[in-house]
């Protein structure tokens, strides 16, 4: 919170005073506005836990902090995924890129990612997700639900196809994207290191912040699906608690994207063919 709240203020401070690609900006300013909203929750989340699992605040602020927490966690994978899908038309189909109305395009996709979200935090604001725990004298959010119910039993179809298609899916598309970028850069004779410095850390925020949660997550609902069980839950909330650094990492994407994008080299061809013709 210390570092990413200020940064990705300064971010969105820094699009507003210094918009150069509208398109660019409107993937990046979503992704600063969701990473505002999951650093908020994250300090509701702080307090539970420091105060030993014990929620004390209303039960609508619970429904609240865990759709925010959660919800944002999909949109930022999602919208790291469009940006990534961006980059490789305009590096690897510039011709492509050149003749797309970008700023429409950017718009739909942020329209999308925010659809989905709206879509995949609407079961945890209506289920209840507050319960008192005469056992231990606790109130938990979130941590304890009793699957018996109808509700809850949607609730988890539902947190299994958002890992599915929000988190895994994003991170193969960042990948494919990315690859491909890679590969086309190496075949220019310009010196592309900004650009590649920029693609390895997408990759790094995928692979450290994004997979562990993503491949826990899926593995700790397909064990409730099947046994009811949930050994893997400790693993899956520290793996939760590492995604939670892609939040200080995304602003420091922005400024290496942006200076890989400020080469006046960026999105051309990178083999460039002659043609004569004669009468």
């Given at each position: 919170?210390?570092?990413?709240?200020?940064?990705?203020?300064?971010?969105?401070?820094?699009?507003?005073?210094?918009?150069?690609?509208?398109?660019?900006?409107?993937?990046?300013?979503?992704?600063?506005?969701?990473?505002?909203?999951?650093?908020?929750?994250?300090?509701?989340?702080?307090?539970?836990?420091?105060?030993?699992?014990?929620?004390?605040?209303?039960?609508?602020?619970?429904?609240?902090?865990?759709?925010?927490?959660?919800?944002?966690?999909?949109?930022?994978?999602?919208?790291?995924?469009?940006?990534?899908?961006?980059?490789?038309?305009?590096?690897?189909?510039?011709?492509?890129?050149?003749?797309?109305?970008?700023?429409?395009?950017?718009?739909?996709?942020?329209?999308?990612?925010?659809?989905?979200?709206?879509?995949?935090?609407?079961?945890?604001?209506?289920?209840?997700?507050?319960?008192?725990?005469?056992?231990?004298?606790?109130?938990?959010?979130?941590?304890?639900?009793?699957?018996?119910?109808?509700?809850?039993?949607?609730?988890?179809?539902?947190?299994?196809?958002?890992?599915?298609?929000?988190?895994?899916?994003?991170?193969?598309?960042?990948?494919?994207?990315?690859?491909?970028?890679?590969?086309?850069?190496?075949?220019?004779?310009?010196?592309?290191?900004?650009?590649?410095?920029?693609?390895?850390?997408?990759?790094?925020?995928?692979?450290?912040?994004?997979?562990?949660?993503?491949?826990?997550?899926?593995?700790?609902?397909?064990?409730?699906?099947?046994?009811?069980?949930?050994?893997?839950?400790?693993?899956?909330?520290?793996?939760?608690?590492?995604?939670?650094?892609?939040?200080?990492?995304?602003?420091?994407l922005f400024v290496l994207m942006s200076k890989s994008a400020g080469s006046r080299l960026n999105f051309k061809p990178f083999v460039k063919?002659?043609?004569?013709?004669?009468?």
């Open positions: 919170m210390a570092v990413g709240m200020p940064a990705n203020i300064a971010i969105l401070c820094m699009l507003a005073t210094k918009l150069r690609k509208v398109s660019s900006a409107i993937l990046y300013c979503s992704l600063a506005v969701s990473d505002l909203l999951l650093l908020l929750s994250l300090s509701f989340k702080a307090y539970y836990h420091l105060h030993g699992n014990n929620w004390a605040l209303s039960e609508d602020l619970c429904r609240l902090v865990t759709a925010c927490f959660y919800g944002n966690l999909y949109c930022s994978a999602q919208t790291l995924a469009c940006i990534s899908i961006k980059r490789y038309i305009a590096v690897v189909h510039p011709f492509l890129y050149k003749g797309l109305p970008k700023r429409t395009c950017a718009t739909w996709m942020t329209v999308a990612v925010w659809g989905v979200f709206a879509a995949g935090v609407t079961p945890e604001l209506l289920v209840q997700q507050s319960y008192w725990i005469p056992e231990v004298n606790r109130t938990t959010c979130h941590d304890v639900l009793p699957l018996k119910e109808s509700t809850h039993v949607l609730l988890l179809h539902s947190n299994l196809f958002l890992t599915i298609f929000c988190l895994l899916l994003p991170l193969v598309v960042t990948i494919v994207c990315y690859s491909r970028i890679i590969c086309e850069l190496n075949r220019s004779h310009h010196d592309w290191s900004v650009y590649i410095k920029a693609s390895s850390l997408v990759f790094v925020i995928f692979l450290v912040c994004f997979t562990p949660a993503g491949v826990l997550q899926l593995s700790h609902h397909i064990q409730l699906f099947l046994g009811g069980t949930e050994g893997l839950y400790m693993y899956f909330k520290a793996a939760v608690c590492l995604c939670c650094l892609h939040a200080c990492l995304d602003p420091f063919m002659s043609v004569s013709l004669s009468a």
